[in-house]
């Protein structure tokens, strides 16, 4: 299969395979990140935004949303989801608005999509271009440094008739700036047993890599991975939420 076949082929699946997400746990977070660094403007734009249920949380706390995702079927159903949200197929490593945001939010380590470091760094310009003054941008990413090949999540949800088991896991090669994204899909009913698998190639980056890249446009501060409350990175974990502000004077 091509690079996101699952995603494109199987977009009607896509929230069956993350079911086990606490979307609004992590939408509440970049509410809460956002009402402590940000600029009180509630114009909101999410990353990969995939078929909306970030957005779908927001818009109740009153925010005026928008999503950009690379995948059109993943579109479609956002906007069914949301349908007073604005959506645009689009790259966000060449990400261009007409008005700026307040709240950029990057969620699923969807970061990671942006592919090697150049494109990391172009996404990284984009989002800066399209904050307001003193706008957030918050998203969360994984140490490449942390990654344990021999983890893998998997969860199973019935639907239809058929059980659905989902896998997802990280492989970094322990060198270099790429690693993958595994994910796999097994349907079983009364009569078989289908099986697709993908594999979606991802850039590596070290934290403090990271922080270097972000530091020329952004006040920066990292955060324990747990939505559920606020706790700063104790520097130990290999995933952590970052809460970026735009700095000001840059152009």
């Known amino acids: 299969m091509s690079n996101n076949a699952l995603y494109t082929d199987l977009s009607g699946y896509y929230d069956l ?57 993943m579109l479609e159903l956002a906007k069914l989801r949301c349908p007073d949200g604005q959506f645009t197929l689009g790259n966000m490593c060449e990400l261009e608005v007409s008005e700026p945001f307040n709240l950029i939010t990057c969620f699923l ?6 592919g090697d470091l150049i494109q990391l760094k172009n996404c990284i310009a984009s989002v800066y271009k399209a ?13 490449k440094q942390h990654i344990d090949n021999r983890l893998t999540a998997t969860h199973s949800v019935a639907y239809q008739q058929s ?44 934290f403090d890599e990271l922080q270097d890249l972000l530091a020329p446009y952004f006040d920066v501060t990292m955060f ?5 409350k606020i706790a700063p990175w104790q520097g130990q974990s ?13 152009n």
């Open 163 to 206: 059980v659905f088991t989902f896998g997802s896991s990280w492989h970094y090669s322990g060198e270099g700036e790429k690693q993958t994204l595994k994910l796999s899909i097994e349907k079983t009913d009364e009569s078989s047993t289908q099986r697709w698998t993908d594999e979606h190639p991802m850039v590596a980056i070290r």
């Open 17 to 73: 395979m993350c079911a086990d997400i606490n979307y609004q746990a992590q939408s509440n977070s970049a509410h809460r990140f956002h009402q402590l660094f940000g600029n009180g403007g509630k114009r909101h734009l999410d990353l990969a935004c995939g078929t909306g249920p970030h957005i779908a949380f927001l818009q109740k706390e009153g925010y005026v949303c928008s999503g950009v995702d690379i995948n059109q079927p």
């Open 109 to 114: 380590y969807s970061i990671h999509y942006s």
């Open 131 to 143: 904050l307001s003054d003193g706008g957030v941008f918050c998203f969360n990413a994984v140490d």
């Open 224 to 228: 324990e991975h747990e939505h559920d």
């Open 238 to 250: 290999g995933n952590a939420i970052f809460v970026c502000v735009k700095k000001a004077g840059l």
